[in-house]
């Protein structure tokens, strides 16, 4: 017999292989002369190979089998004949009981003909016709890739590829579309690397079709300890530096602090005075711009202690009188400064317009809690005289800050007085009575000890 054998086809316990090697060698040689005849011979070498084909595959010779495949695909690619190449690549893919390396295979041969050396940038062409047939070659094996575990990476890489075809067309919202498809956090067999590169992706094109809620999704898919390790640092920039696009369209101006300090504490960023410098004063502009909360004086107590806001007196100016307990007149020293920094012009001039106005209630509301922690009662007309505000516009903010919660108030029209502290209930009255009564009597117990203790000394 001239085949080789191996296995035992009996019982189930070992599909039987044929060796089809010495047969596949001289099949294809002769399907490349016929091609070296003449590129009209396509259909009869591919023919020859097809039977060849299924015989490799029904005697489970895969090493042959994928030979063949790829042998057919490469002999299509030479004649140029990109029709015949993806009807070849859909056919042999999608045979009964094909065998999941000479799928592969076939992914593999054909990803280089439309991706770049990068693995996920597409092929560049020069006119509109080799453009549709790259991505007709792309969507073909991105249809081949789909729900194979075996082929998760390529699917994840074609995907991207096609994305930004879409995108290079303009189409934002189509090649949004396309990332969305794939959830690449699932997927094995891709480097952590490779994962936040497309997730990022993915927050970039979602962000430029304006869809906001579902960028918040996908920006949860990110690894926060994978951004902050070593050699991620390009990675890390690049999601917070998304990250200020989204909340900014939400303007919450404490996120906005937290993504510009996060940029700022990336090594790569140190390195560079002006990229810093320009992290750092919008860390300190957000922080400014930010309601009042713990953590916020927190991050602002941090952040005076950094020796770099030293180099920047506008910022660290602003940072003292945050943090001190007085009134801030305004407009500030450096307010002309601080307004003409880039963090409040980003974004049109309807945001900058709001974040000045912001600016201006932030200090008022700070002016306020420091009046109510000298005064426990006040007339309005001097307070608002303190503040350099209207009368109107002082009882105005106090009371969205009482709504708020944060600080108690309390105003009589009538008489124009505000009380900041809360009048204490006869319960209240009477308990700290007691809690009086019994440290006094505490402490003449004591003194009486320490008398009775120098007698007893003395009289010895």
Same mark, same amino acid.
């Given at each position: 017999?001239?085949?080789g054998r ?6 189930g316990?070992?599909?039987?292989r044929?060796?089809l090697?010495a047969?596949?060698?001289a099949?294809i040689?002769?399907a ?6 003449s590129?009209?011979?396509?259909r009869?070498?591919l023919a ?7 015989r490799?595959?029904v005697?489970?010779?895969t090493?042959s089998?994928?030979?063949v495949?790829?042998t057919s695909?490469?002999l ?8 015949a ?5 859909? +056919?042999?893919s999608t045979?009964?009981?094909q ?13 280089p ?10 092929l560049?062409?020069?006119n509109?016709?080799q453009?549709a047939?790259?991505?007709i070659l792309?969507?073909?094996?991105r249809d ?7 082929l ?9 590829a096609?994305?930004?075809i879409k995108?290079?067309d303009g189409d934002?919202a189509?090649?949004a ?6 959830h690449?956090e699932?997927y ?5 690397r ?5 997730i ?6 979602t962000l430029?079709?304006?869809d906001?809620?579902?960028a918040?999704?996908?920006a ?7 951004? =902050? ?6 990675h890390k920039v690049k999601?917070?530096?998304l990250?200020t ?7 919450d101006a404490?996120e906005?602090?937290k993504?510009?300090h ?8 140190q390195?560079?005075e002006?990229?810093w410098r320009e992290?750092l004063?919008s860390?300190?502009?957000?922080l ?5 909360? =713990?953590e916020?004086?927190d991050m602002l107590?941090?952040? =005076?202690?950094d020796?770099n806001?030293?180099?920047?007196e506008s910022?660290?100016n602003t940072v ?8 801030i007149n305004y407009p500030?020293?450096?307010?002309a400064e601080l307004?003409?920094m880039?963090?409040f012009?980003i ?6 317009a709001?974040?000045k106005?912001t600016f201006?209630?932030r200090?008022v509301?700070?002016n306020v809690r420091i009046a109510a922690l000298?005064?426990?009662r006040i ?6 005289q ?6 109107a ?9 009482v709504?708020?919660g ?8 009538? +008489?124009?007085?505000i009380r ?12 700290d009575?007691a809690?009086?009564?019994s440290?006094l009597l505490h402490?003449v117990?004591?003194?009486t000890h320490?008398?009775?203790?120098e ?5 010895q």
């Amino acid at each position: 017999m001239s085949e080789g054998r191996s296995g035992a086809a009996s019982g189930g316990q070992l599909e039987e292989r044929v060796d089809l090697s010495a047969e596949s060698d001289a099949k294809i040689s002769q399907a490349e002369a016929l091609i070296g005849a003449s590129h009209d011979n396509l259909r009869e070498a591919l023919a020859l190979l097809a039977a060849l084909e299924k015989r490799c595959r029904v005697g489970n010779d895969t090493p042959s089998l994928v030979r063949v495949c790829e042998t057919s695909l490469q002999l299509c690619r030479d004649c140029g004949d990109d029709e015949a190449l993806v009807a070849t690549l859909k +056919n042999l893919s999608t045979r009964r009981s094909q065998k999941t390396k000479a799928v592969s295979a076939l992914v593999q041969k054909a990803m280089p003909w439309v991706m770049d050396g990068d693995g996920f940038s597409p092929l560049a062409v020069a006119n509109d016709e080799q453009k549709a047939i790259r991505e007709i070659l792309v969507v073909a094996l991105r249809d081949i890739t789909d729900g194979k575990i075996f082929l998760e990476a390529e699917r994840a890489r074609l995907t991207r590829a096609l994305a930004t075809i879409k995108e290079e067309d303009g189409d934002i919202a189509a090649a949004a579309d396309v990332l969305q498809d794939v959830h690449v956090e699932t997927y094995g067999s891709l480097s952590k690397r490779e994962k936040v590169e497309f997730i990022l992706e993915q927050m970039r094109l979602t962000l430029g079709k304006k869809d906001y809620v579902r960028a918040a999704i996908v920006a949860g898919k990110i690894n926060k300890k994978a951004i =902050n390790e070593e050699g991620m640092e390009d990675h890390k920039v690049k999601y917070f530096t998304l990250m200020t696009e989204y909340h900014r369209h939400e303007k919450d101006a404490f996120e906005l602090a937290k993504d510009y300090h996060n940029i700022y504490s990336t090594s790569t960023i140190q390195a560079d005075e002006a990229q810093w410098r320009e992290a750092l004063q919008s860390t300190v502009i957000y922080l400014a711009l930010s309601k009042y909360s =713990n953590e916020q004086q927190d991050m602002l107590n941090r952040v =005076n202690l950094d020796t770099n806001l030293e180099k920047i007196e506008s910022c660290k100016n602003t940072v003292k009188l945050l943090l001190t307990k007085e009134i801030i007149n305004y407009p500030l020293q450096h307010q002309a400064e601080l307004e003409a920094m880039s963090a409040f012009s980003i974004g049109g001039p309807d945001l900058e317009a709001y974040w000045k106005k912001t600016f201006h209630t932030r200090i008022v509301q700070h002016n306020v809690r420091i009046a109510a922690l000298y005064y426990r009662r006040i007339h309005g007309k001097r307070l608002a005289q303190l503040l350099g505000l209207e009368p109107a516009a002082l009882e105005a903010e106090i009371s969205s800050m009482v709504s708020d919660g944060s600080v108690y108030a309390k105003i009589d029209r009538p +008489n124009d007085i505000i009380r900041f502290a809360a009048q204490k209930s006869p319960e209240a009255i009477l308990s700290d009575w007691a809690s009086d009564i019994s440290s006094l009597l505490h402490l003449v117990e004591s003194t009486t000890h320490l008398i009775h203790k120098e007698n007893m000394i003395a009289g010895q």
